[in-house]
Structure formats: C-alpha cells, structure tokens
C-alpha cells in the first residue's frame, strides 16, 4: 500500500512540473509496468516527450554490486552473503 501510494504522490509531483513547463527526469525502479505506462501517459496527456531508459548490468557485475553493498537496498534486511547470490 504504501508503494502506491508513493508512486500516486510521484504522478502528482510529475504532473504538476510537466505543467509548469519543466523537463523532468525522474529515477525510479519500476517494479509495476503500469508505472511506467502511468508516467508516460501523464506526459503525453500534456503534449511532452516520454523517454524511458533503462540501466543494466551483467549478472556478475550486479551481483558484486550487491555484495559490496552488503544488502538488497534496504538498511532493515539481513547482509548478505555470496551462497545466497549464487542462487
């Protein structure tokens, strides 16, 4: 609930710039494909361009990553540790 209710806040936030005539570049993981398709539609309803780019690593690459960082992202979730990468 509360991601949607964070990507409602963020369509409210793009709209609002879009209209005010600013370019808006917005980094955001998608984890819903209706995001992206809600991002792209508050654009073209005001006549701007929507680009979505995405950023990609080779597994190995984003699994070092992740170890380096020592978790998912998240500060609340366990470290983690190569066995689990391997998986």
């Known amino acids: 609930k509360a991601r949607e209710l964070t990507f409602e806040h963020i369509k409210c936030m793009l709209a609002t710039h879009l209209e005010a005539g600013y ?14 398709f809600g991002f792209e539609e508050i654009a073209v309803g005001r006549s701007v361009k ?3 780019i995405v950023l990609t690593l080779e597994k190995e690459s984003a699994i070092n990553q992740l170890l380096e960082r020592g978790t998912w992202g998240r500060k ?12």
Do not use: K, R, S
Request: with cysteine; charged share 10%; proline share 7%.
């Open 50 to 52: 929507f680009y979505e």
């Open 76 to 87: 609340v979730l366990d470290n983690l540790h190569p066995q689990i990468c391997q998986q």
């Open 23 to 36: 370019d808006v570049l917005l980094p955001y993981l998608v984890t819903n494909a209706n995001h992206a």
